[in-house]
């Protein structure tokens, strides 16, 4: 009984392993098949002031070193005139020596695409001091996500959660459905 229940556990420890294995493949960092998301990257500004880019890396891609993580970004309460931030988001694959836009993918398929950004206080209830819209839409009218608007309303600080959503087909403006093609998050401060 002992030697059945060992082989017993054997073999679920190996499935849970496989499975595990499988959902973090199919989770990985991806557009279309065979292409990876190594780089995210953010850029912020004020209008006629000079932006700051922020920068997310797994050069590695999933299961490799830890990312390289982007610096806080730091906003104030009270901007010039009271103008929001202009947001750019921008992906690329980066992996051995390559330098693809992948940005420009997802410009080309923007039906098919959202970027989701959710803000994550760790100070008050969520979107209290930040919001953050889509600039630009697709043929339907829906948003796309990689221009945007910051617009802060109170001293805050936290996390950016971006995903970016494979929605072929089934794109509503919604971040519900479709599949997640990448996932990172930009720690945020606003004095």
């Not at 299961?63 to 690329?92: H, M, N, R, V």
């Amino acid at each position: 009984m002992n030697l059945f229940k060992s082989h017993l556990l054997n073999c679920l420890a190996v499935s849970a392993l496989l499975t595990l294995s499988t959902t973090i493949h199919s989770c990985g960092n991806k557009v279309e098949e065979g292409e990876l998301i190594t780089t995210v990257q953010l850029t912020l500004g004020l209008p006629g002031d000079s932006s700051k880019v922020y920068t997310w890396q797994d050069l590695d891609g999933p299961g490799g070193s830890a990312p390289s993580l982007p610096d806080t970004i730091k906003l104030s309460q009270i901007t010039p005139g009271g103008s929001p931030y202009f947001g750019k988001l921008e992906f690329f694959n980066l992996q051995s020596g390559k330098n693809e836009n992948i940005t420009l993918e997802i410009q080309n398929e923007k039906n098919n695409h959202l970027v989701c950004y959710e803000v994550s206080s760790l100070s008050m209830k969520p979107s209290s001091g930040l919001s953050i819209l889509a600039a630009d839409k697709d043929d339907k009218s829906l948003p796309i996500g990689l221009s945007t608007t910051w617009t802060t309303k109170a001293i805050d600080f936290g996390d950016i959660w971006v995903r970016l959503k494979h929605q072929a087909n089934s794109k509503t403006g919604s971040c519900d459905v479709g599949e997640t093609d990448v996932e990172v998050s930009f720690p945020y401060v606003i004095r």
